[in-house]
């Protein structure tokens, strides 16, 4: 099967990533990983593109260019998905325009709710019972482009933040390879 070459950007553990790998080294599933990006230079995520042999680019977000040079590395490797996998940085508009319904991201909330930071403790807060994960394309607003797939799970009566946070991600691990099956993308 012809796979579709994609680029996974990281900031953090990179557990997605992790999971991301794994479904790609599957025969039938769309794509395949063929540069990681992180924008931290000692993100532990890093520790899987090296597992896997997968090409990595660590960008300076202070360097005025480091969109221009992302775009050119992504051009020369063909690259037709983005996966936003705890990329904790804003892309710019035109960024997001160069690559228009070709970036997704996946988010620990239900959205739209719980758009940006903080978002376990903000449910809590609020005594939400439901709670899940969102895989979206990318516009030009924070966390409020088009719905690919949400996921979602009761939040129980004892929940902590660090275990809506362990059942978030377990859950974020199935929706994103899930998410990506559903996409329409070719090279
Ligand atoms: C994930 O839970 C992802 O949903 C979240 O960061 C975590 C990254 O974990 N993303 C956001 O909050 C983006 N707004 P990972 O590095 O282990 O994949």
Not at 6 to 20: E, H, M, R, Y
Not at 165 to 176: D, L, N, R, S, V
């Amino acid at each position: 099967m012809v796979k579709v070459n994609s680029c996974v950007f990281i900031s953090g553990a990179g557990t997605n990533l992790k999971a991301l790998i794994g479904s790609s080294r599957n025969y039938n599933f769309p794509i395949q990983i063929k540069l990681v990006i992180s924008n931290k230079k000692n993100a532990p995520g890093l520790a899987f593109a090296k597992k896997y042999s997968i090409p990595f680019m660590i960008i300076n977000v202070k360097d005025s260019l480091f969109e221009v040079k992302i775009l050119n590395e992504i051009r020369k490797k063909n690259i037709n998905l983005i996966c936003l996998a705890g990329y904790m940085k804003v892309l710019s508009k035109t960024f997001i325009k160069n690559f228009k319904g070709k970036i997704i991201n996946i988010h620990p909330s239900l959205l739209p709710k719980y758009k940006g930071t903080n978002t376990f403790e903000r449910m809590l807060e609020n005594n939400e019972s439901l709670a899940g994960c969102t895989v979206h394309y990318v516009n030009e607003k924070l966390d409020s482009g088009k719905i690919i797939l949400r996921k979602s799970f009761q939040i129980s009566k004892n929940e902590t933040l660090k275990s809506l946070k362990i059942k978030t991600q377990k859950t974020e691990y199935k929706a994103f390879s899930e998410a990506i099956t559903k996409l329409h993308i070719k090279n």
